[in-house]
Structures are given as structure tokens and as C-alpha cells.
């Protein structure tokens, strides 16, 4: 294969958070700039379109020309452009669409629309000079998306070839801490509050319900755990909340993460591979690296990336979409951006009932 791609400039504003990066053919990152709206959003308890889409067309153009100084390169070094259109925020989506779209045709550069959630399952291919992957790690393996806006388990065959094999029937396990988290006051994004309290709390204190744990399903479900947690809170006071909140925090993290490892285990034993992945926003909770880390002694090859490609990132975009532009596959200008995701991104195959489903899937 000629590797016609060498290195894209990449672009992610799908939510809230703007990032840049340049990324080589073999998904090495060359330098990626960032830059959060937490502290926009925070007073109102979660992220506010409007306010998103606004700070993305004020941070973007800067952030891109300090990408660029940063891995002291120019446009010229650039083969093409990688940028999210697909799901996410309209107004969002927009502002990183309509700007890439404008350098490739001012630049004569070809430039591909990707998925966000490809780019998650793709993370654990990135590297850089302070991190690098497992070499063991390789196709086929499962990926546990897990964020303020996700919970899926994909079975990963080869890159283009997803297949969606578990979800959540509710919430997010990001949305499940954020809610938590606002029902105790911590603010928003609640997540990392609650983690951080965690450490500090006795995970036993409190059972919390671990949804759908038990069942023979790669199905998950965090609505239970939300009621469950608005209905103890009701019965205390104020002052009990506040002493008693590192042992909340530590009790409610213990079952979704109990869930998140039994489930992702189970996808795994399922499709006969080693290889687990865990990306998303959550994948940042301490507790379910430590977990996951642990898994390692059951003969598990686990992939979480660094922080920095967990959260939304620019350059895991740019990894997934340099594989499709060496594929020879291209966005023409009439792309627009998308709330949802296209039909054929993802085959789905959920494994709603694995005892109607004896014959566990093999990868080929
Ligand atoms: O992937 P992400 O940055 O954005 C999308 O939702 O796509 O994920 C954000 C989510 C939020 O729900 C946030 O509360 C959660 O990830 N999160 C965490 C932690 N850090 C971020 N959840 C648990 N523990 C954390 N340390
Ligand atoms: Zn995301």
C-alpha cells in the first residue's frame, strides 16, 4: 500500500471541548493543543450548545497556528485534513467542519469527516514520545466507549470494521457520575469530583444496584443506580451528605465500575481475545484503570490510553481518518456535519441474551 498520507492536521469539536493535532500514518502525534470550556459550562450544571459553538469559533484558529508552531511545521508538511463531522453538537460540529473544509479547498488538500466514536475505538494505536502501546496489543479486540455521552462495547475486527455489541439501555456512565455528582452538589463535570472523593470513602458503605451485572448480556443500564442514588439522598440531611460523601462517592464508583469490568470481561470471553480497550471520558476514573490494570494478571491485554487521548481529542480523529485517507477515501465540500451516526459506520449485533447465543462469535 503507498502510504499517500503522511501527516494530517486533525480537528475535534464535536461537545465542548476544541483540540487540534497533527498526527503521522502510524499514529504517532506530532503535538496536539487543547482547549476546555469546563469553566463556561459549569454554572449551569452541563454543556450549553450555544455556548459551546461560540467558544469553539474563538479558540479554533488559534489553536490550530499553535499546533502548527508547537511541531514546528507548516501547512506545506500537511498531506490533508482529518475532522470530526459525526455525532455530536451541531453548532459544534459546524465551526471544526466549516473551517477544515475552508483550508482544504484554500490549500488544495484533500480532507475526510470522521466519526467521533471511531476515533475513541481507534485511540489505542496513539502514541508519542512519552507513550506507546503495548506491541502485544493488536485485531481483533474489544473497546469499552465509555463518556459523558456513551457506553458501548465494539468488537474490533480491523480498522473500518466495527461491530457494536453491547450499550447501555439508559444512561451513560459519564452521564450516571455527572447526575450523582450534581445530586451532591460537586458540580459540573461531576465525574473526576467523584473520583477524587472516592479515595478518600469506603466502597462497602453503601450497595448501590449494579445494573443488569448478573444477566448473560452485554447490555448495561445506570438508570437504576440514578434512582437508587436520588432515593437514599432524599432520606439524609444536608450534614449527613457532607460527612458521609467520600463513602457515597467510593460506593457508587465501586458498582459502575464493578459493571464496566464485569461487562467488558465478559465481551471479551465472548469473542475468545485477550485484547480489551478502554477510551471515553470515564476511562479517566481511577478506580477503573486501576481495576482494569488488574486484569492484567487474568492474562488480558489492556489498552487505556493517557488522559489525553481519552477525553475528546483531536488526535484520535486524526488517526482514524489518515487510515481512510490512505484508503483512498475522501469528503467532498457538500458534507455536512451530523447529529447522529451514519448507517454504515457501525455494523450492530447486540448481545442482548447470551444463552440464546451459544455460538460466541469467533474472530476472523
Ligand atoms: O469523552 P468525554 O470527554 O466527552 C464526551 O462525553 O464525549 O467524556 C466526558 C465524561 C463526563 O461525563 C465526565 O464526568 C466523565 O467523562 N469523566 C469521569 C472522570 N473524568 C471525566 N468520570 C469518572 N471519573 C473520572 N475521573
Ligand atoms: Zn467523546
Given at each position: 500500500m503507498t502510504l499517500n498520507f503522511k501527516t494530517v492536521l486533525s480537528v475535534e469539536t464535536s461537545c465542548d471541548d476544541t483540540s487540534v493535532a497533527i498526527v503521522r500514518h502510524?499514529?504517532?502525534?506530532v503535538a496536539q493543543c487543547s482547549a476546555s470550556q469546563d469553566l463556561e459550562h459549569a454554572p449551569y450544571g452541563g454543556v450549553v450548545p450555544e455556548i459551546a459553538s461560540r467558544n469553539h469559533s474563538v479558540a479554533l484558529i488559534p489553536l490550530i497556528e499553535q499546533t502548527l508552531k508547537k511541531a514546528e511545521l507548516?501547512?506545506?508538511?500537511?498531506d490533508g485534513f482529518t475532522v470530526t463531522?459525526?455525532?455530536?453538537l451541531i453548532g459544534s460540529l459546524i465551526v471544526g467542519l466549516m473551517t477544515v473544509k475552508t483550508l482544504a479547498q484554500s490549500l488544495n488538500k484533500p480532507y475526510i469527516g470522521v466519526n467521533h466514536l471511531e476515533g475513541h475505538i481507534l485511540a489505542p494505536f496513539l502514541k508519542d514520545d512519552l507513550y506507546q502501546p503495548s506491541?502485544?496489543?493488536?485485531?481483533?479486540y474489544v473497546a469499552l466507549a465509555v463518556s459523558g455521552g456513551h457506553s458501548s462495547i465494539y468488537l474490533v475486527k480491523g480498522a473500518g470494521d466495527y461491530t457494536i455489541v453491547g450499550t447501555t439501555k439508559d444512561d451513560a456512565a459519564g452521564e450516571a457520575y455527572d447526575k450523582f455528582a450534581k445530586m451532591l452538589g460537586l458540580?459540573?463535570?461531576g465525574g473526576v469530583q467523584v473520583d477524587r472523593l472516592a479515595?478518600?470513602?469506603?466502597?462497602?458503605s453503601y450497595d448501590f444496584p449494579r445494573g443488569?451485572?448478573?444477566?448473560?448480556?452485554l447490555m448495561m443500564s445506570f438508570s437504576g443506580l440514578k434512582s437508587a442514588s436520588h432515593r437514599l439522598l432524599q432520606k439524609m440531611s444536608p450534614e449527613q451528605i457532607l460527612s458521609e460523601q467520600a463513602h457515597l462517592c467510593a460506593s457508587f464508583q465501586e458498582a459502575v465500575v464493578e459493571t464496566l469490568i464485569a461487562k467488558i470481561t465478559l465481551a471479551a470471553r465472548v469473542f475468545k481475545t485477550k485484547n480489551i480497550a478502554i477510551t471515553g471520558g470515564?476511562?479517566?476514573n481511577s478506580k477503573l484503570r486501576l481495576e482494569a490494570e488488574n486484569l492484567k494478571s487474568q492474562g488480558f491485554q489492556i489498552v487505556i490510553p493517557p488522559l489525553r487521548y481519552c477525553t475528546d481529542n483531536a488526535a484520535m480523529i486524526g488517526y482514524a481518518g489518515i487510515l481512510q485517507l490512505n484508503r483512498d477515501l475522501k469528503s467532498d465540500l457538500g458534507m455536512g456535519p451530523s447529529s447522529a451516526s451514519y448507517e454504515n459506520d457501525f455494523k450492530v449485533a447486540l448481545r442482548e441474551n447470551l444463552n440464546d447465543n451459544k455460538k460466541a462469535e469467533k474472530p476472523s
Open positions: 502510524d499514529g504517532y502525534v507548516t501547512f506545506d508538511d500537511i463531522n459525526r455525532p455530536g506491541s502485544d496489543f493488536g485485531y481483533p458540580g459540573y463535570p479515595v478518600t470513602g469506603n466502597p462497602t443488569l451485572i448478573r444477566e448473560k448480556s470515564v476511562s479517566a
